[in-house]
């Protein structure tokens, strides 16, 4: 079982990390990486980050967190639909790459 997470009557929850930790994780386990946020270390978090995408501002960051939350989907076997808000901003090349 993973720090990150805990796991309460059978429902995996995602453990909500302070800045400590955060601070201790290196800059590429996050969504967006220069300023650490959207930390991608388990399925748990990736599905949070695909909850809270719409609050990502400006398009560049917005495909940046959507690439990177589709190569963590793919590491820790996340499902999603290519309705998903944050799909819209993944090229059909990685699309294509992490399906």
């Given at each position: 079982?993973?720090?990150?997470?805990?796991?309460?009557?059978?429902?995996?929850?995602?453990?909500?990390?302070?800045?400590?930790?955060?601070?201790?994780?290196?800059?590429?386990?996050?969504?967006?990486?220069?300023?650490?946020?959207?930390?991608?270390?388990?399925?748990?978090?990736?599905?949070?980050?695909?909850?809270?995408?719409?609050?990502?501002k400006?398009?560049?960051?917005?495909?940046?967190?959507?690439?990177?939350?589709?190569?963590?989907a793919?590491?820790?076997?996340?499902?999603?639909?290519?309705?998903?808000?944050?799909?819209?901003?993944v090229?059909?090349?990685?699309k294509?790459?992490?399906?």
């Amino acid at each position: 079982m993973s720090i990150f997470f805990k796991e309460t009557e059978d429902v995996l929850q995602e453990k909500v990390l302070s800045q400590k930790e955060k601070d201790k994780l290196p800059s590429h386990v996050f969504g967006l990486p220069a300023v650490k946020k959207y930390p991608l270390i388990d399925a748990a978090h990736v599905k949070s980050a695909i909850a809270y995408f719409k609050f990502a501002k400006g398009d560049k960051n917005k495909k940046e967190l959507a690439v990177n939350i589709l190569k963590a989907a793919k590491k820790f076997d996340v499902k999603y639909s290519d309705d998903d808000i944050f799909m819209k901003y993944v090229s059909d090349k990685m699309k294509k790459k992490y399906s």
